[in-house]
C-alpha cells in the first residue's frame, strides 16, 4: 500500500530536550511539508522540502529543523528553542496538486 | 499571496439535512482548491478539488463543491447529512505549480450533526 508513516503517534517530552518526529511516505513524492495543528488554528507550515537535500522554512520554523536526505524521508526535529512545542504535528507530500496527509503525531511536553 | 476564510467555526445539522460550509479565496493566480476531512486525532483526507475544469467538482463521501469565480466562493454541500459526517473540514488553496506548492489553509469547520 502507498502512503505516508508518521511516528510514533504519541510523544512525550521533558522540558529542554530534544524530539525527532519521523515522516516517511513511498508515493515517489518529490515535495514533502511539516504542518502544526493547534487547536481553532488550523495548520501552519513548519518546512517544507521540494527536492531531496533542500528545504524551506515555513511561517513558523523558529525552534524546529529538518533534514531530507532521502527522497522518502523527511525527520522533523523539535528542539529546546521551541517554546510552545505541545502540539498536532502533520507530514503531507506531494507530486503536482493536493498534499497527501499522514496520520500525524501528538507531542506533550511534561 | 493567496489565503482562504471559512466562515463559520462550528456548524450544526441534523441528520438527513442539507450541509453547505462555506470557504471565500483570495489568489492573484488562476487557484487550485481543496476541500479535506479531518476525523479526531487522524491526519487530513482529500474530499475533493478543483483545479480549473468543471466548476461544479463531485467528491467522495456524497461531497460536491462548486466554484464561483465571481464570488470567490468555493462552498462544500452534501444534500443529506449523516452521522459520520462529523469531522472537521478544511478549505485549501494553491496556485498548483510544481515549483511552488504553497499551500494555504482555513481555520477549520466543525461539523456537528444531531440525530
Known amino acids: 500500500d502507498g502512503g505516508i508513516t508518521q511516528s510514533p503517534k504519541y510523544l512525550f517530552r521533558k522540558e529542554g530536550q530534544n524530539v525527532t518526529l519521523s515522516c516517511e511516505q513511498n508515493l515517489n513524492h518529490d515535495a514533502m511539508y511539516w504542518y502544526r495543528q493547534d487547536p481553532g488554528q488550523g495548520l501552519r507550515l513548519i518546512y517544507y522540502s521540494q527536492i531531496v537535500n533542500d528545504f524551506q522554512k515555513g511561517d513558523i520554523a523558529e525552534g524546529y529543523s529538518v533534514s531530507r536526505e532521502k527522497k522518502e524521508s523527511f525527520p522533523l526535529t523539535v528542539t529546546s528553542a521551541q517554546k510552545n512545542p505541545t502540539a498536532f504535528y502533520l507530514c503531507?507530500?506531494?507530486?503536482?496538486?493536493?498534499?497527501?496527509f499522514g496520520p500525524g503525531t501528538r507531542l506533550t511536553v511534561l | 499571496a493567496q489565503s482562504v476564510t471559512q466562515l463559520g467555526s462550528h456548524v450544526s445539522v441534523s441528520e438527513g439535512a442539507l450541509v453547505l460550509l462555506r470557504c471565500n479565496y483570495s489568489?492573484?493566480?488562476?487557484?487550485?482548491l481543496f476541500w479535506y476531512v479531518q476525523y479526531p486525532n487522524q491526519g487530513l483526507q482529500l474530499l475533493l478539488k478543483?483545479?480549473?475544469?468543471?466548476?461544479l467538482v463531485k467528491g467522495i463521501n456524497g461531497f460536491e463543491a462548486e466554484f464561483k469565480k465571481s464570488e470567490t466562493s468555493f462552498h462544500l454541500t452534501k444534500p443529506s447529512a449523516h452521522m459520520s459526517d462529523a469531522a472537521e473540514y478544511f478549505c485549501a488553496v494553491s496556485d498548483g505549480t510544481r515549483v511552488n506548492n504553497d499551500m494555504r489553509f482555513g481555520a477549520g469547520t466543525r461539523l456537528t450533526v444531531k440525530p
Open positions: 503531507a507530500s506531494s507530486l503536482a496538486g493536493p498534499q497527501f
Open positions: 478543483y483545479t480549473s475544469a468543471a466548476t
Open positions: 489568489s492573484s493566480v488562476p487557484p487550485y
